[in-house]
């Protein structure tokens, strides 16, 4: 197991930016490929960008693309979602999952972090 703790959420003005991270327990974090997900009131959660486990290779939603960048630095056991020009309809909890690289599911979840953009 693996656990996750997302941090850098908050309130933004539009066209702000954030920084959020994921810090993950263990010292077998290069073993999971990772992503964030987002999840805002009465709507599904969805995907917003993924990983692999080098971070040679990253995917992006279609709504985030140009404007978010999804990183890890394994050495300190932590994946990051940089979020610029940021939109009302960015606001959401976002959520660090993890998976195996073997694996088709995300196993492993963080508790969310709140993300607020105001216009």
């Known amino acids: 197991q693996v656990q996750l703790v997302e941090s850098g959420g908050g309130l933004v003005q539009a066209g702000g930016s954030l920084r959020l991270s994921c810090a993950a327990s263990?010292?077998?974090?290069?073993?999971?490929?990772m992503g964030w997900f987002r999840q805002a009131p009465g709507k599904e959660r969805e995907s917003v960008a993924a990983i692999n486990r080098s971070g040679s290779n990253t995917y992006y939603a279609d709504f985030v693309k140009g404007r978010f960048t999804i990183s890890r630095d394994n050495a300190k056991n932590t994946v990051y979602l940089q979020m610029n020009s940021l939109k009302p309809e960015d606001t959401a909890v976002y959520y660090c999952?993890?998976?195996?690289?073997?694996?088709?599911?995300?196993?492993?979840w963080g508790q969310g972090t709140q993300v607020t953009v105001s216009s």
């Open positions: 263990g010292r077998t974090f290069s073993s999971y490929a």
């Open positions: 999952a993890a998976r195996r690289s073997t694996q088709y599911d995300y196993n492993y």
